[in-house]
Structure formats: C-alpha cells, structure tokens
C-alpha cells in the first residue's frame, strides 16, 4: 500500500484564495516566523538550520505538537525537510510535491528546492557551498534518530561545518498545539495472547543475551506492544506517546498523566510498570550509573535522548529487541488477523456489491467509494478505523503509486476503464491491508496482459518455498521475473512488515530488492502486492497479506512457505488465461475457493451467489 498524493495546480492555487484566505496576511505570518527564527539563530551564533518533517518516535504519523516544517514555512506535505540559512530558505521535496511546495511557498521566503532534478543539490553538499569553514547547522535533537545525527555529523565535517543540538522552534512557537492527551486504554490479553509480565521476561532475556543492563525505548509501537496498549494520538496507528526504561529490577513507562484513567493506572500497577511523566524521561536518563551499559535502537532512539545518557555508559547500539519479538506473531494474534480477515471480507464483498450496482449511475467518485468503503468496514464488529487513508485510484490516478483523492482531483467514476483500490481496516482482532484493480467496463487486451502478470508476479510470492535463514531480497525476483522479461517494472517493495492491531506499516521484514539483513521468520506478517503503472493510463496492484509457516524439513535443513490471510476474490475478467501456467491457475482456483468457504457463512442468499460467481472455478 502506498500513500500521498501529487495534486493539480488549480487545486493549490484554490488553496491560497480559500484555505488560506488573506493570501497576503497569511504569507506575512511565514515570512515573520522565519524572521524570528533567524534571530534566534544569530544570538546562538547558529549559520543554518535544519527542520525535518519527523517526530521523537521515529512515527510514520505525527501529532500537531510536532509540525514544526509546517508551522515554519507553511509546507505541509507528508514528506520534506526545510533549511533556513541567515540568507536562504528552502523545502527539499520529492516529485509527489513539486506543485504543492510551489504553491504552498509562494511568496514565503522559502523555494522549493526539487529533488531528483538535475540542478538540485541534496542538502547537506548545498550547505557545503553556501556556508563556509566553522560555520554551525544547528537541529532540534529531538527530531533526528541518533544515527541519522551521527552521519550528518560526519558528512558536514568534511567540510569544516559543525552539527549542533539546538531547539530554535519551541521559543518562538506561540499558540504550539498540547501535546497529544488523547486516553491510553488497555489491550487486552485474550486478543494480544501474551501478558505484558509475559513480553517483559521475554524482552528481559534479550537484554541479557545483549550483556546490557538498561533498555531505553521511544517507538510507539514497540511500547504499544511491550505494554499490552493502545491509544488515539496519531492517524490510523493505534498508539500513545510515551517512552520506556527497561532494566533487570524496575520497567517505566513516561506518559503524561493526563492519559491515564483510573482503570490504566490500576492496570500498570498488576504490571509491576512505574509511571512517571512523559518530560521526565531525560532526567531519569542523566540518573543512569555511568558503569551502566545502556541498549537503544540508534535508528529509532532520538538524539536529545542519547545525549542525556552519561558519556561515560557504554551504549550498545542495536535493532530493538522488541521490533523483531513483535514481528513474530503468537497463536492469539495469528487467530484474531484470521477473523479480520474474514470481516475484511464481508465488508468487501458488500462494498463491491454496492459498487457493481451504482457505477452505471456515473454519480460515484473516487471519495465517494472511499467513504462507502469506510462504512462497510464500520458494520463489523471490533472496528476501530482505517489501517491508512483508502487510496481509490480511478483509470489515469491509478498510475500514480502515492495517489490519494481531494476535493479537486476527485475523479468521477464511469462504467469503463480500471479502479485501483488499496485500502485496510483496524480491528481488535488485527490489522488489514488490502488492494484491487477491478474492471468496471471492458478491458484492453494491454490491461488484461498487465494485469496477468502482475498475478504472476502475486503468485510467484504466494507458492513460494525457501530456506529458513532466506531474506526478502532473495524472494522479490518471483514477483517481477513475468514482468521482467517483458521489459517492464514497478518502482516501489513487494511487501512490507504489517503489525497485529497497530501500525500496518512494521518492520524489521519486508520483500524488495534493497537488501535487508532480517531473514523472514515464522509468524511473520507482510504484504504481497506487486503492481504495474502505465502514466496517464492505469495502474494495477494486486495485494494480499501473507504470513510465514513452516514448511517440510529435509536433509537440507528446515523450509518454509507463505499462507495467504487476505480473502477476497481477484478480478478474474481482467485475467489472460493464456499466459497462466497449469500451477498458477490451480492456485488461483484453490484461493478463490478458500475466499468462497471462509466468507459465505456470514452472507445472506444475494451476497453468497455474487461471491460465488467471482469466484467460480476457471
């Protein structure tokens, strides 16, 4: 699944005559925070400043306290990262926001500063040649990991520049939004399957086997897990601001206190958990016997927190031990993603029922079926929301990877051409993640090639057998082989890590052709979603969630293999037959006759006979 849109030109420019009204006003407001930004940057003797778009917790979604690149310059896409100089201003954006930067910075001070381009620079090389030797980059610590500091570090050295810690925005933000209080509530075990006492020992023992002593935690998800909670402080990832402090004796969570109910603390307390404060975290890391060795996750821990660790503890910089237990995923979870499955599917066949029945009125668009879809999901028992904003990509949209529709680039949807849908719910019992291209007309012949072969590219994934030991690198060929030897591509991963009732985005596993050192594991959960896009024509993506099981064991050691979670009915009229192997189509058939099974006891008589249509035998 994939996320964010590039928009039209005319639909930033309503921007700035609506959203915006007082055009003028509005940019005065950007040019004066710059400004004081600015002076702050002289009294600190600081040449340049760094504002990413990121949070403490290393999060794919943040919470308002924490837009600071927006606040400063006005930019408020997913991705991008400001630089302001005592002369110079610019937002480094990649191509989904060259229009939006354009003219969300129009008259700011800021420029658009367009990655990928040829006369665009990355921004550390252009801080090397608009600042000169000795000169200070200062960031607020807290928004950049430890490693990411540590390699800027290294990189603006080499140029006589030096990196500093520097929280500029905080002073000058007037009216900042709270930080989140959004209530904390308790997960409970019969659907997480292990007690927190339980993860605690769990995580104890990896600590152990690490020869540290103290564990500092700042990943939501992995506190989310390791706590067995749950919160509402970000979009779609069931999670709450916190940290954590893991040692052999004592576990703290720091939370803010106006998160907590009356049952949460009861809670924690059985738990043997300590709660303090969410501001205190820093103080409690100065306290740490500097004989200590101290574990963190440099790729998630922030540098404010590092920094307050003694210098004298020996760090030992590690992947989370929690990330890969949470990975793994126990009987109670593999269960509870079984039955969100089949809900999944419920609501699916329903919605798509709905969609057959209405296209021909030529009223739907592609937020309409988006809000339609939200609802269908909402019948079902246990939902809580979306897993991620529902990506509904009608004919030309449906080549753009990151697309998601706005009032003005909202398509209306006709009775032809191909709807990409990649979409996924939040359920108590687990977390789901879904796409399809259907036809709502008559396919091309080209549609019907594409679309095979990205169910080649589906299925190659889906009957895979390999080694235990065998990273995902080594697997996403069976994906793109089909598509290869045609001498087409697709430009983002086979799949990514998806969490049991928390974020759908989860690492440390995932199937792409950058290498990742982390061999997929039983009870692992990822994605299978190859996809083909043709600019300005269609996009295709087929996606399911799979989850890794053993398989036979040999002279040659232990095998393991895929199972298919995700039921609903592939588009079996955009299918050439003829390009289909024997095996192919028999798994083909053999999944649909699954989806059939599993989802028509919870139909009614209309909805069983429209899934059995979709998924007759061929």
């Known amino acids: 699944m994939c996320y964010i849109v590039p928009k039209s030109d005319c639909f930033y420019l309503s921007i700035l005559f609506s959203k915006f009204a007082g055009n003028y006003l509005y940019m005065n407001i950007i040019s004066n925070r710059l400004n004081r930004l600015r002076d702050a940057m002289r009294k600190q003797g600081i040449a340049a400043y760094i504002v990413p778009g990121t949070d403490p917790h290393a999060g794919e979604y943040i919470a308002d306290y924490w837009k600071e690149r927006e606040w400063i310059c006005g930019f408020d896409g997913s991705a991008g990262t400001a630089v302001i100089t005592l002369d110079k201003a610019g937002v480094w954006v990649d191509s989904r926001y060259f229009i939006q930067s354009d003219v969300q910075l129009q008259d700011t001070g800021f420029t658009s500063m367009k990655m990928g381009l040829p006369e665009t620079p990355d921004i550390l090389p252009w801080l090397a040649v608009v600042l000169k030797k000795g000169d200070k980059v200062g960031v607020n610590p807290q928004l950049f990991s430890m490693n990411a500091f540590a390699a800027m570090q290294e990189t603006l050295a080499l140029s006589d520049i030096e990196l500093v810690s520097a929280d500029l925005i905080k002073p000058i933000w007037e009216e900042r939004p709270s930080l989140p209080v959004q209530k904390i509530f308790v997960y409970d075990v019969s659907y997480a399957g292990k007690s927190s006492t339980e993860k605690i020992a769990l995580l104890r023992t990896e600590i152990r086997k690490l020869h540290a002593d103290v564990f500092v935690m700042n990943a939501l998800d992995d506190i989310a897990w390791l706590f067995n909670i749950r919160g509402n402080d970000v979009a779609y990832n069931p999670v709450a601001t916190a940290y954590a402090l893991v040692d052999m004796t004592t576990v703290v969570i720091y939370v803010s206190p106006d998160k907590l109910t009356e049952q949460v603390r009861h809670y924690f307390a059985m738990q043997g958990v300590v709660v303090k404060d969410y501001l205190t975290i820093n103080d409690d890391l100065v306290a740490i016997s500097p004989d200590k060795k101290v574990l963190l996750d440099g790729n998630k821990i922030n540098r404010s927190l590092f920094e307050a660790i003694p210098s004298a503890c020996i760090i030992i910089n590690r992947m989370s031990p929690v990330t890969l237990l949470k990975s793994c995923k126990n009987e109670t979870e593999l269960a509870g993603m079984r039955k969100a499955m089949i809900k999944d599917g419920v609501a699916l066949t329903r919605f798509f029922m709905w969609l057959e029945a209405n296209v021909t009125s030529e009223k739907l668009t592609e937020l309409s079926v988006a809000d339609n879809l939200y609802n269908f999901r909402a019948e079902q028992e246990n939902f809580v929301g979306e897993s991620f904003g529902t990506i509904a990509g009608y004919a030309s949209h449906g080549a753009i990877v990151h697309y998601k529709a706005d009032e003005k680039s ?144 040999t002279e040659f050691g232990q095998f393991l293999k895929f199972e298919t979670l995700t039921l609903f009915p592939i588009d079996v009229s955009l299918v050439d037959m003829s390009l289909l192997t024997a095996a192919e189509i028999s798994w083909l058939n053999a999944y649909h006759q699954e989806v059939y099974d599993k989802i028509a006891p919870h139909l009614n008589k209309a909805e069983k006979q429209w899934l059995r249509n979709k998924t007759k035998i061929i």
């Open 410 to 553: 909202n398509a209306k949807i006709l009775p032809e051409g191909l709807l990409l849908l990649d979409s996924g719910g939040q359920f108590l019992e687990g977390t789901t993640d879904i796409t399809r291209t259907v036809s709502l007309g008559n396919p091309t012949s080209q549609q019907k090639t594409d679309f095979t072969l990205v169910l080649k590219g589906h299925i190659g994934i889906a009957i895979a057998v390999f080694p235990v030991g065998t990273r995902g690198s080594q697997l996403d060929v069976l994906a793109r082989k089909a598509m290869w030897d045609r001498g087409l591509n697709y430009g983002h991963g086979t799949g990514h890590g998806v969490g049991h009732f928390l974020n759908v985005h989860e690492g440390p596993q995932n199937i792409r052709m950058d290498e990742n050192p982390v061999p997929l594991q039983p009870g692992m959960f990822i994605s299978n979603e190859p996809g083909l896009y043709r600019k300005d024509e269609y996009g295709i993506r087929t996606e399911n969630l799979i989850h890794v099981v053993k398989d036979q064991q």
